[in-house]
């Protein structure tokens, strides 16, 4: 998560929401972004789509069984549909997002009959970095 919150903060450095994404398989980096969406001119390079992308491509396949994201927001609901797509073993996120989150919050898709494939959740590691860094990057675009 160390890795994932030090991307995020990166991401808050060049202007995105700073929210950071890591792939994990057998103790080995796959993947490790930050959000990309203004970079990218994409409201889809969120870090985790971005993360199972380069994970994917580092795999050579379609899927990432057995692989943990360690991602430093709750995904919202189109980053949740491609962890079930993508059938990652294990997401572990620091800071719930009641607004957009889909994991705990909103949708909660993987509890929905009909998710494919439910991932297991663990939430609040580095909750506390995590949330000052996004408060801190949302206030000040209301200044």
């Known amino acids: 998560m160390e890795l994932a919150l030090d991307l995020a ?6 202007g995105e929401a700073p929210v950071g ?12 972004v930050g959000n990309r ?20 491509a580092m795999r050579g396949t379609g899927r990432l069984d057995g692989c943990d994201l ?8 189109m980053c949740a549909g491609a962890i079930a797509h993508a059938r990652l073993r294990r997401v572990i996120y620091a800071a ?3 607004k957009a989150g889909a994991v705990d919050n909103g949708v909660r898709l993987f509890d929905s009959p009909n998710c494919h494939h439910r991932p297991e959740i663990v939430s609040g590691i580095g909750e506390a970095r995590a949330s000052t860094m996004l408060r801190a990057f949302f206030a000040k675009l209301r200044e």
């Open 9 to 14: 903060a990166d991401a808050a450095a060049a």
């Open 21 to 32: 994404a890591v792939i994990v398989e057998n103790g080995k980096v796959l993947a490790a």
């Open 37 to 56: 969406m203004r970079a990218a001119n994409d409201p889809t390079a969120h870090a985790e789509l971005e993360a199972i992308r380069a994970a994917l």
């Open 70 to 77: 360690y991602v430093t927001l709750e995904p919202c609901a």
């Open 96 to 98: 719930a997002d009641p």
